[in-house]
């Protein structure tokens, strides 16, 4: 992806919804500012509460790292917490604390600053409430995983209500969701991105798998 972007005037790379619990904030916002500077404003930060509790195998990489593997309300406002640092990283010329629930800092600060200002656009992925009030507050764009648009719709809907209680057009949030791509099946790809834009999506992410014959493909 790096060599792709850097050799082209539109695309913006980055990663969508990496879970914010793999890195304390301070080095995600040093990352991803970092990458932005490199690839000279067209970076999008992509951040999400991380896997289900729910989901045993997601786990696996928590114990594989030594890192804790806390329930779905720690991570939701951990989150909040660390959207909250890097934000003023980003946008504060001088060191500051920050002594929150989940987060402390002393004498924080990030150098360089992003190109973008106020910031790289924030990607948020998640469907639950509570992650979605992160995205109401925080996201410019919204990503849902995909699959029932109805419930996306749905969601999207509680979305607008979170940003109308916190006075927030939601409008200014984009609704971002994921479709797979069908090599040997073009015409369920079309259907897939139809329903996604008839459900409100407008930004439609391909996921696309390894092609038949790579090692790793199905």
């Not at 619990?21 to 500077?37: I, K, M, N, Q, T």
């Not at 490199?38 to 729910?54: L, M």
């Not at 890097?86 to 990030?110: M, Q």
């Not at 992003?114 to 996201?139: C, M, N, S």
């Amino acid at each position: 992806a790096r060599p792709a972007a850097r050799g082209s005037a539109r695309a913006r790379p980055g990663l969508l919804a990496a879970g914010h619990r793999f890195r304390p904030p301070r080095c995600l916002a040093r990352l991803r500012s970092s990458g932005d500077v490199v690839f000279s404003g067209r970076f999008d930060f992509g951040i999400g509460a991380g896997s289900r509790p729910s989901a045993p195998i997601a786990r696996r990489e928590y114990e594989a790292h030594g890192l804790p593997f806390h329930d779905a309300a720690h991570a939701v406002g951990a989150l909040a917490e660390a959207l909250t640092v890097i934000t003023r990283l980003w946008s504060e010329d001088e060191p500051f604390d920050f002594d929150g629930d989940y987060v402390h800092l002393t004498g924080a600060f990030c150098s360089p600053k992003p190109v973008q200002q106020p910031h790289p656009p924030i990607v948020i992925g998640g469907g639950a409430t509570a992650t979605l009030r992160v995205v109401a507050r925080y996201a410019d764009v919204w990503n849902f995983q995909g699959g029932d648009m109805a419930d996306g719709a749905r969601r999207s809907v509680v979305l607008a209500g979170l940003c109308t209680e916190i006075g927030r057009d939601p409008a200014a949030i984009i609704r971002s969701t994921n479709v797979p791509v069908y090599y040997d099946r073009p015409s369920d790809t079309r259907a897939g991105i139809d329903q996604a834009l008839d459900a409100g999506f407008r930004h439609i992410v391909l996921i696309l798998s390894a092609p038949p014959g790579f090692p790793g493909s199905r």
